[in-house]
């Protein structure tokens, strides 16, 4: 006896195909590394990455003791690039916080409060653009003096415009929707959309930003520090690194390489994160091939 109910039932319920996003994935694991490194470093170290030690001075690489070598002066680049990545976390998240917090507000704000509001936040966003943010970090580094809290301060300056914008169309497109009319002929009041239905509906757009900006803010911080006017020692920066291993290039270049490599791989996880949340996030946005 042929069984006939097979074929429907098989199509009734096909096998649903799972897309694996590369980006993401990568991403993911790249920034799940350098979180981890930087929370190890809290507990472990190979050694005092501040105290110098002339006779391990100019190690070269992948010995037992010093994996990565040593400084000019003795000090162990493994411990540095773990303490540089929680200094990492601390600047880049924390400017790319304080920015996404402001630029939140003043986001709904300018899309929901009407013209004059609107006018006033943008137009002071247009204007804070306008200023280059390193120049920014230079008035507040002569002013404040150099430090991983005056690099916070001048990534927040540096990023709220930018977060205000984005926060700004994306408020604006939802406030539009059919779903915000209903909710106003309820009776809703502006505080209550905006919070029970414009920020979920932008909730993506936040994250996707905040881990942009994220990666910006360690690429500056370590611009800003092989300036001088970052992060200063004892607090260590991979930027800084770099700064101090400029005196040792062609008698160990590896000092350069580090660093260097670190910050790369660092940004590239953040930045494919950051793209694989927004396929996931926004499938409009998804890219296909053809």
């Known amino acids: 006896m042929t069984d006939t109910a097979s074929p429907a039932v098989a199509a009734a319920s096909p096998r649903r195909r799972v897309e694996i996003n590369a980006s993401l994935v990568v991403g993911l694991v790249l920034t799940v590394g350098?979180?981890?490194?930087?929370?190890?470093?809290?507990?472990?170290?190979?050694?005092?990455?501040?105290?110098?030690?002339?006779?391990?001075?100019?190690?070269?690489?992948f010995l037992p003791d010093h994996w990565l070598g040593t400084d000019g002066l003795g000090r162990d680049i493994v411990a540095q690039l773990m303490v540089g990545a929680r200094t990492s976390i601390l600047v880049g998240a924390g400017g790319a916080s304080i920015?996404?917090?402001?630029?939140?507000?003043?986001?709904?704000?300018?899309?929901?409060y009407g013209k004059l509001a609107d006018e006033t936040i943008s137009r002071g966003a247009d204007i804070m653009l306008s200023i280059p943010g390193m120049v920014t970090a230079l008035v507040l580094a002569a002013t404040m003096g150099s430090g991983a809290f005056t690099t916070i301060l001048a990534l927040t300056a540096f990023f709220t415009p930018s977060f205000i914008r984005v926060i700004r169309s994306a408020a604006m497109a939802v406030l539009q929707e059919d779903f915000i009319t209903s909710a106003k002929l309820y009776g809703r009041g502006r505080l209550f959309i905006l919070a029970r239905h414009v920020i979920p509906n932008i909730a993506g757009v936040m994250i996707v930003q905040f881990t942009l900006y994220f990666a910006a803010g360690i690429l500056t911080e370590a611009g800003l520090s092989?300036?001088?006017?970052?992060?200063?020692?004892?607090?260590?920066?991979?930027?800084?690194?770099?700064?101090?291993?400029?005196?040792t290039v062609g008698i160990s270049s590896p000092l350069a390489i580090?660093?260097?490599?670190?910050?790369?791989?660092?940004?590239?996880?953040?930045?494919?994160?950051?793209?694989?949340?927004?396929?996931?996030?926004?499938?409009?946005?998804?890219?296909?091939s053809a």
């Not at 050694?47 to 391990?56: C, L, R, W």
């Not at 200063?232 to 101090?244: A, D, F, K, Q, V």
């Open 99 to 112: 920015a996404l917090l402001i630029g939140t507000v003043g986001g709904l704000i300018a899309a929901a």
């Open 34 to 61: 350098f979180l981890a490194v930087a929370l190890v470093s809290f507990f472990w170290l190979p050694s005092n990455p501040n105290i110098p030690n002339i006779k391990a001075r100019m190690l070269p690489p």
């Open 226 to 247: 092989y300036l001088g006017v970052g992060v200063t020692r004892p607090s260590i920066s991979w930027g800084m690194m770099l700064n101090e291993a400029q005196q």
């Open 258 to 288: 580090w660093p260097g490599l670190a910050i790369v791989f660092v940004v590239l996880g953040l930045n494919l994160l950051g793209d694989g949340l927004r396929d996931v996030l926004d499938p409009k946005l998804k890219r296909r």
